[in-house]
């Protein structure tokens, strides 16, 4: 039995009672449950076709903003509270690059291959999948910044902007017009408006180093594309699947997959909220053994919780689907499917955020991926 007050750290209950806890898991159930009600709203409106030509959108521009973003917040955070208050501007001036390289080849494959087609991927599919990914990159960055420097408040209010802005306009133009496109449009309105948000509500942590030391860009470039190295495997597990079916499956495979991913994604939730802070807490200056001990305390609280609610989703799709979207019953397996991986991966989530913020993991990825020492003092 670990000791946790001998460590100086919080118990199960009194991590429940942690306000930063609650901004956090606010921060993630909002977007979902307005992922819910775009779910099923525009499951109903659109059909089943309809439905997947706007996830595949969706889930693509995720895909690619997740792996382009390249995990920059670790090494701003990393060189910010090393005492370079500088980082956050250069961190956010890559991430502009990395945007704008992936709207380039957006606009060029609308220019040059108008007529390209690959599984349910045309042209203009590409071309908005580039926007989505590269106003997403940014997005993910400057977020993850902000909370990284100890700003759930901020962050949790470009989350929930942003889960209010994409329903209040999607849903209308959604029934107005029947149009996957322009519901992406609405979607592209509210990532502006949080990443806007974001950038002008900076949350700084106070730098713990007393002596300011510059951090070369190419630091924070190796610091953060190691640890993005170790989260890029599992980007792709939670976010290619509808992807890989884009390639290979019908739009109506694709809308039936794309209506149980965000049931089951409940599960997400509170595996998200505790991963940001093992995030947080994780860039603190404590001990081995105290990252340990609250990383395992924070893995225990996820498995009990993430079990009850995985239980409880089960059982609620096999009952409400068949009344509430008949046309969707064949969701109900895939659901059954998801949820217990989605339980597992929350884990490995927790564990692979603590360890990337832990100044011990950068050094060993230095040495292993970029064949550097750093020089002592």
């Known amino acids: 039995m670990i000791d946790f007050e001998s460590l100086g750290q919080p118990?199960?209950?009194?991590?429940?009672?942690?306000?930063k806890v609650v901004d956090l898991f606010l921060s993630q159930l909002v977007p979902l449950l307005s992922s819910m009600l775009m779910?099923?709203?525009?499951?109903?409106?659109?059909?089943?076709?309809?439905?997947?030509?706007?996830?595949?959108?969706l889930s693509a521009s995720g895909l690619v903003g997740a792996l382009g973003y390249m995990s920059l917040q670790v090494g701003i955070v990393r060189a910010y509270r090393m005492g370079d208050m500088s980082a956050p501007r250069r961190g956010f001036a890559i991430a502009s690059m990395s945007?704008?390289?992936?709207?380039?080849?957006?606009?060029?494959?609308?220019?040059?291959?108008?007529?390209?087609r690959v599984g349910l991927f045309d042209a203009p599919k590409i071309f908005m999948i580039a926007c989505g990914g590269g106003l997403l990159i940014f997005n993910l960055v400057i977020l993850r910044t902000?909370?990284?420097l100890g700003g759930p408040v901020y962050f949790g209010n470009a989350s929930i902007i942003q889960a209010t802005i994409f329903p209040a306009f999607g849903v209308p133009v959604a029934i107005a017009l029947h149009s996957p496109t322009m519901i992406v449009l609405c979607w592209y309105l509210a990532i502006a408006s949080s990443t806007i948000y974001a950038l002008r509500n900076p949350a700084d942590r106070a730098i713990e180093t007393p002596l300011p030391e510059h951090v070369p860009t190419s630091e924070i470039l190796k610091s953060s594309i190691a640890a993005h190295i170790g989260v890029s495997g599992q980007q792709l597990m939670f976010r290619a699947d509808i992807v890989v079916l884009g390639f290979m499956a019908s739009a109506t495979s694709v809308g039936i997959y794309s209506v149980a991913v965000p049931i089951a994604g409940v599960t997400w939730v509170f595996s998200e909220a505790l991963s940001l802070m093992s995030f947080d807490a994780g860039a603190r200056r404590e001990s081995f053994a105290q990252r340990r001990a609250h990383r395992l305390d924070l893995i225990h609280l996820n498995l009990l919780v993430s079990f009850v609610v995985a239980v409880a989703i089960g059982l609620s799709s096999i009952f409400f689907i068949p009344l509430i979207l008949p046309e969707y019953t064949r969701a109900i397996p895939l659901i059954l499917i998801l949820l217990p991986g989605i339980v597992i991966q929350g884990c490995a989530r927790i564990g692979l955020s603590s360890r990337v913020s832990a100044k011990s993991l950068w050094e060993r990825c230095d040495q292993r991926f970029c064949g550097v020492t750093r020089r002592a003092g």
Do not use: K, W
């Open 11 to 19: 118990s199960r209950i009194s991590i429940l009672r942690n306000r």
């Open 146 to 148: 902000r909370q990284g």
């Open 39 to 57: 779910t099923f709203a525009t499951a109903t409106i659109l059909g089943v076709s309809g439905r997947g030509e706007l996830a595949l959108v």
């Open 99 to 116: 945007s704008a390289s992936i709207l380039a080849c957006g606009v060029i494959t609308i220019i040059f291959a108008p007529d390209l």
